[in-house]
Each structure stands twice: as structure tokens, then as C-alpha cells.
């Protein structure tokens, strides 16, 4: 069966410190994956999507990055996070005319 | 592009009320409609989806119905309950590109 993880799944962060953030899929290969930010209180933006491995496009101009090292591990960066980075991240795929979330992560700038 | 707006919340109604969420959208060609569910701290779930015109989707006693000619796809339950509680996102997926694009959300409280 098809499955995603991310980790880790709560962090507090203080400004200006740098961020990691993991997903892994299993059961699928060559998915397209998806980083989304919900900030408190708004919906979903996707942040980040990928295609394939090394191949990333951004959909919102921020301090944030992200690569795709593997077919099935998609990682969110900052060098310096910012208060305004606080959030909630989802990391997503496609499958069968379905989306699959991860268990998503906390992070709280401080 | 495509684009999913949801009516705004919150949504506050007492155990056993009908519920309607309403969610249209705009998109090229065909897409597919779901709805998502996010319990307070987690993440989020699928609740239902449908994948062409007139498909019903239907799961916990939740359903939906694509309306093509209305470019919408309301959720409705007949008797909420208390763990019903928790943020409601409609979304699509268009055929042209598989990139999915989400409504704000809508936040339902249901009172005992």
C-alpha cells in the first residue's frame, strides 16, 4: 500500500536558525509531491512541487527551499527561518485521482 | 486557473442540525472534486471525492454530489455530531495539470 511520512512532526525554531523538514513515500515510485504551508487562522498554499528527482518549482517567492535528493524524499529547507514562517506543513501526493497527506508539522518560530 | 472558494466559517450548529457547506470552483476541462477533513491537531484526511459529473461521493454519512452545471460541490450530513467538529477543505484536481488547488477551508463547530 501506498503510504507518506513526515517528520519531525512538532519543532519551535528561533529566528534565524535553519530548518529541515522530511517527507518520504512508500509503495509508489516517480510520485509528484507537494509541499503546502497552512497558516493560522488561512487555507492551504502550496509552496512547493516536483516532478521528479532534482526537478523542484516554486509557486511562492520566501526564504524557504526545497529538494528532491531521492525518487521518493521531497525536503523543505530555510537557511534562516523568520516569525512569519510559523505554520503548519503538509507534505502531498497524487495516486489514483486522490491526494495523500502527511501526518504534517508544527513549526513555531520564536 | 483553478480555483476553489469555500463559504466562510465558522459553521456553528447543535448536535443532530443538517449541515451544507457550500464549495464552486473554477477549472479547465473535467477535474476531480474532494473534500478533506482536519481534526483539531492532525492532519488532513480524505472524506470524499468524486471523479465526473453527477458522481456522488459519500463516506461517515457525509456526501456530496458534482453539479458540472453549477460548477459545484456542496457537502451536506444530515445529523452533525459533536466529533464532527473540525476544518472542512474542497479541492480539485484538474486534468491539465495534476497540481491540487484547495478553498480556505471552512471551520465547523457542533455544540452537545
Known amino acids: 500500500s501506498q503510504t507518506i511520512h513526515q517528520w519531525p512532526a512538532t519543532l519551535v525554531q528561533p529566528v534565524g536558525s535553519p530548518l529541515s523538514l522530511e517527507c518520504t513515500v512508500e509503495g509508489t515510485s516517480n510520485p509528484n509531491l507537494y509541499w503546502y504551508r497552512q497558516a493560522a487562522g488561512r487555507g492551504l498554499q502550496l509552496l512547493f512541487y516536483s516532478v521528479g528527482i532534482g526537478q523542484i518549482s516554486s509557486e511562492v517567492p520566501q526564504n524557504l527551499s526545497a529538494s528532491r535528493p531521492q525518487d521518493r524524499q521531497f525536503i523543505l529547507s530555510s537557511k534562516k527561518l523568520l516569525l512569519s514562517d510559523s505554520g503548519f506543513y503538509l507534505c502531498?501526493?497524487?495516486?489514483?485521482?486522490?491526494?495523500?497527506f502527511g501526518e504534517g508539522s508544527w513549526l513555531t518560530v520564536v | 486557473g483553478d480555483s476553489v472558494t469555500q463559504m466562510e466559517g465558522p459553521v456553528t450548529l447543535s448536535e443532530e442540525a443538517f449541515l451544507t457547506i457550500n464549495c464552486t470552483y473554477t477549472?479547465?476541462?473535467?477535474?476531480?472534486l474532494f473534500w478533506y477533513v482536519q481534526y483539531p491537531g492532525e492532519g488532513l484526511q480524505l472524506l470524499l471525492k468524486a471523479t465526473k459529473a453527477d458522481d456522488k461521493g459519500s463516506n461517515k454519512g457525509f456526501e456530496a454530489t458534482y453539479r458540472k452545471e453549477t460548477t459545484s460541490f456542496h457537502l451536506e450530513k444530515g445529523s452533525v455530531q459533536v466529533s464532527d467538529s473540525a476544518v472542512y477543505f474542497c479541492?480539485?484536481?484538474?486534468?491539465?495539470?495534476?497540481?491540487?488547488?484547495f478553498g480556505r477551508g471552512t471551520s465547523l463547530i457542533v455544540h452537545p
Open positions: 479541492a480539485l484536481v484538474s486534468g491539465g495539470s495534476y497540481i491540487p488547488t
Open positions: 502531498a501526493f497524487p495516486s489514483g485521482n486522490t491526494i495523500y
Open positions: 477549472a479547465t476541462g473535467y477535474p476531480s
